[in-house]
């Protein structure tokens, strides 16, 4: 039998916080780096739920500056959105493109991501 460690829960509140300050206490927590049984290569057992994301705080002129890109796979088919669009549309999905930069590149990404919730 596998030593399986309880599913924790953990609520964060995004009213009047800074993305980047939110997106790297998330990546940590995701990873699993709070617990005193961490392993790079173990998925852990926490869940992160994001209440108020459309309160959070976006410093200095990111909103008008920043554009995330993407790409069909079609020539000439690129695609640059600007942060405020996206923010309007769905703020948790800024949230999750800063947390999933931050998280390492591997297998486990993925799963890491699936594990990130809105409220």
Do not use: C, W
């Not at 800074?18 to 392993?39: C, F, H, M, W």
């Not at 852990?44 to 705080?57: D, F, Y």
């Not at 796979?73 to 600007?82: A, E, H, L, S, V």
């Not at 405020?84 to 890491?112: Q, T």
């Amino acid at each position: 039998m596998k030593n399986e460690t309880k599913k924790e829960v953990i609520r964060i509140d995004a009213k009047d916080r800074s993305l980047g300050r939110i997106a790297t206490e998330v990546a940590l927590v995701l990873q699993g780096k709070n617990n005193p049984d961490y392993a790079p290569n173990k998925e852990p057992n926490n869940v992160v739920i994001i209440s108020n994301a459309k309160k959070m705080k976006v410093t200095g002129n990111k909103m008008e500056d920043k554009t995330y890109f993407r790409h069909s796979g079609y020539i000439g088919n690129d695609k640059n959105i600007p942060m405020s669009k996206i923010f309007e549309k769905n703020p948790g999905d800024i949230l999750k493109y800063a947390v999933n930069g931050m998280l390492p590149k591997n297998r486990l990404r993925a799963k890491h991501m699936k594990r990130l919730k809105f409220d």
